[in-house]
C-alpha cells in the first residue's frame, strides 16, 4: 500500500466528514441512493461503524455497517450488515477498499460483533473470507441471486443458531436500496 501512495490511513467518521462521506458514495455508485441511505441510517442512529479511507488527507474511501436482524437467531447473535463499500472512481482498483474491509473486520472483532452479511460482488468479497450466506442456512430478505449475499463469521460458530431471513434496517427497504 505505501508504494501506492504517499499516505494511506483508516480512522472512523468524525462529523466534519458528513458531506465528504456523502460525496464519495455518490460518485463511486453514480447516483444519490447510497448517499442518501447512509445519511439516513446515521441521522436514525442505525450506525454501528462507520469508517474512511484517507489518501494524502484527502477522504477517498468509506464503509459503512449497520444492524441486521435474522429470522432465527437462537444464541442472540450480534450481526451487521456490510453497505456500502464506496471508493472514489479516480482511487478505484488501487487497494482502498481492500484496506477498509480488513480494518473494519478488527473494529467488528473488537466491538464483540459475531458475523456480518454484504449483498455484493460474488468475485470481489470472497477474497477476505465471505462465503454463500446459503451455506449458513441464511437468506436475504431481497430477490437476489444467492452468490451474491454473502456472510461471514468474526469468531469460531460466530453464525451458529442463525437461520432463515437476514433482514436490514427499514431504511433500505423505504430508499429502495
Same mark, same amino acid.
Given at each position: 500500500?505505501?508504494? $501506492?501512495?504517499?499516505?494511506?490511513?483508516?480512522?472512523?467518521?468524525?462529523?466534519? =466528514? !458528513?458531506?465528504?462521506?456523502?460525496? *464519495?458514495?455518490?460518485?463511486?455508485?453514480?447516483?444519490?441512493?447510497?448517499?442518501?441511505?447512509?445519511?439516513?441510517?446515521?441521522?436514525?442512529?442505525?450506525? $454501528?461503524?462507520?469508517?474512511?479511507?484517507? *489518501? =494524502?488527507?484527502?477522504?477517498?474511501?468509506?464503509?459503512?455497517?449497520?444492524?441486521?436482524?435474522?429470522?432465527?437467531? !437462537?444464541?442472540?447473535?450480534?450481526?451487521?450488515?456490510?453497505?456500502?463499500?464506496?471508493?472514489?472512481?479516480? @482511487?478505484?482498483?488501487?487497494?482502498?477498499?481492500?484496506?477498509?474491509?480488513?480494518?473494519?473486520?478488527?473494529?467488528?472483532?473488537?466491538?464483540?460483533? =459475531?458475523?456480518?452479511?454484504?449483498?455484493?460482488?460474488? *468475485?470481489?468479497?470472497?477474497? @477476505?473470507?465471505?462465503?454463500?450466506?446459503?451455506?449458513?442456512?441464511?437468506?436475504?430478505?431481497?430477490?437476489?441471486?444467492?452468490? =451474491?449475499? $454473502?456472510?461471514?463469521?468474526?469468531?469460531?460458530?460466530?453464525?451458529?443458531?442463525?437461520?432463515?431471513?437476514?433482514?436490514?434496517?427499514?431504511?433500505?427497504?423505504? !430508499?429502495?436500496?
Amino acid at each position: 500500500m505505501s508504494d $501506492m501512495f504517499s499516505s494511506l490511513s483508516i480512522r472512523s467518521e468524525k462529523p466534519s =466528514d !458528513l458531506y465528504t462521506i456523502h460525496n *464519495v458514495n455518490l460518485q463511486a455508485f453514480g447516483g444519490e441512493a447510497e448517499a442518501n441511505l447512509v445519511d439516513l441510517l446515521r441521522q436514525r442512529h442505525a450506525d $454501528m461503524i462507520s469508517l474512511v479511507a484517507e *489518501v =494524502d488527507g484527502q477522504v477517498a474511501g468509506h464503509i459503512f455497517y449497520s444492524p441486521v436482524t435474522v429470522e432465527t437467531n !437462537l444464541l442472540k447473535k450480534n450481526l451487521l450488515g456490510l453497505a456500502p463499500l464506496a471508493v472514489l472512481p479516480a @482511487f478505484q482498483n488501487r487497494g482502498i477498499g481492500k484496506a477498509l474491509i480488513l480494518a473494519s473486520f478488527e473494529v467488528c472483532r473488537s466491538l464483540d460483533v =459475531d458475523g456480518a452479511v454484504v449483498l455484493g460482488s460474488p *468475485v470481489y468479497y470472497p477474497r @477476505f473470507g465471505f462465503s454463500t450466506a446459503a451455506n449458513y442456512g441464511l437468506s436475504c430478505v431481497y430477490p437476489v441471486p444467492p452468490e =451474491d449475499f $454473502m456472510a461471514i463469521a468474526f469468531k469460531p460458530n460466530g453464525l451458529e443458531g442463525c437461520s432463515g431471513t437476514v433482514n436490514y434496517h427499514p431504511t433500505f427497504t423505504e !430508499l429502495n436500496v
